[in-house]
Each structure stands twice: as C-alpha cells, then as structure tokens.
C-alpha cells in the first residue's frame, strides 16, 4: 500500500491521527480516535506513550508528562530520576501514533506525513518540532498551522473562493 499520507494533529492533551489513500481513515488506538499526549518514563529510562502511560501516570505521577507538547522549547523535563528533553517526549508520542499508522498498512511507511502546530509558534519551536518528528522516524514533515489545517478540512470544497471561514480551537491547552 505505497503512497498514502499520514496527518498527526498532536495536541497539549491527546493527539489525532488520519491516513489518506483514496479515502480518509481516522486512525484509532486502542478503540479510540484519540490518543493521550501524556508520555511516561520507565526504570531503564524509556519513554512510552498512550493509554498505557496515561494509566500508569495515575500510579507514578512523579514518572509522567501529560503536556509535553507545553514543554517543547524547555531545555528538560525531570520524570523520576531521569531527565528527559522535551523534544524526546513529543518523539514518543509521534512514534506511538506512527506505528499504528503504519502497522495498518502493512509496515509500510507513509509517503508523506502532515503535522499541526499552533499559529503562534515562532521558528526556534518549529525547529524542535521537526526534529522530534525526526527522532520519531519521520524524516520530513509538512508543518500546518492548526487553524489552516482545521479550515481546510472543515471546508471540504463546501467552501467558495473569497469566501471566509473562522476557526476557534478549545483544545485541551487552550
């Protein structure tokens, strides 16, 4: 299944996913279209993210970061005993979505990979968005700012040229 395209909308609280081969598919984990953004740190000092850390945040709060998308741009996160970059964090929970993604086409990856970010986001937090990605296996990305990919979806062609669209997030971190 060659030529498909993945979209991740990784968000402050869970992040979505989408496939694009033909037709869109949400890609749901563990029965749901959403997947906590939260990752947690093991004793060896792995990370694992989705619904396994977030159980596992309710037993060792001390070991989990539930917004690590916040943290993108800090120089660590301390989980535990070990300190984490932030970059590595929002890699694990690109990489947990990823491998679903890519395990429902058969272990092939995508040919492309389309990842939102806030608007406001200045180039330096970009910058460290791309390279998480990377860390993820994805080494190419398209950045979309969260409003632009939300219009265009919304939009769907129902939408005429010089028309507008206004879009609100109230996401988890706003």
């Given at each position: 299944m060659a030529g498909w395209i993945l979209g991740i909308d990784f968000g402050t609280t869970t992040t979505t996913a989408a496939t694009a081969n033909g037709r869109l598919d949400v890609v749901t984990i563990d029965g749901s279209p959403r997947v906590p953004s939260t990752v947690v740190v093991d004793d060896d000092g792995a990370l694992f993210a989705g619904v396994a850390a977030e159980r596992e945040a309710t037993v060792a709060p001390e070991r989990a970061e539930r917004t690590p998308k916040r943290r993108l741009g800090d120089r660590l996160i301390l989980l535990g005993d070990h300190a984490i970059a932030p970059v590595d964090a929002v890699a694990a929970v690109l990489r947990f979505v990823v491998d679903e993604a890519t395990r429902r086409h058969g272990g092939e990856p995508p040919s492309e990979v389309r990842l939102t970010h806030p608007v406001t986001w200045a180039q330096a937090r970009l910058d460290l968005l791309r390279d998480?990605?990377?860390?993820?296996?994805?080494?190419?990305?398209?950045?979309?700012?969260?409003?632009?990919a939300a219009a265009t979806q919304l939009s769907d062609g129902r939408i005429a040229d010089g028309e507008h669209v206004a879009v609100y997030d109230l996401g988890g971190g706003t």
């Open positions: 998480a990605a990377a860390r993820a296996g994805l080494p190419s990305v398209e950045l979309i700012a969260e409003p632009i």
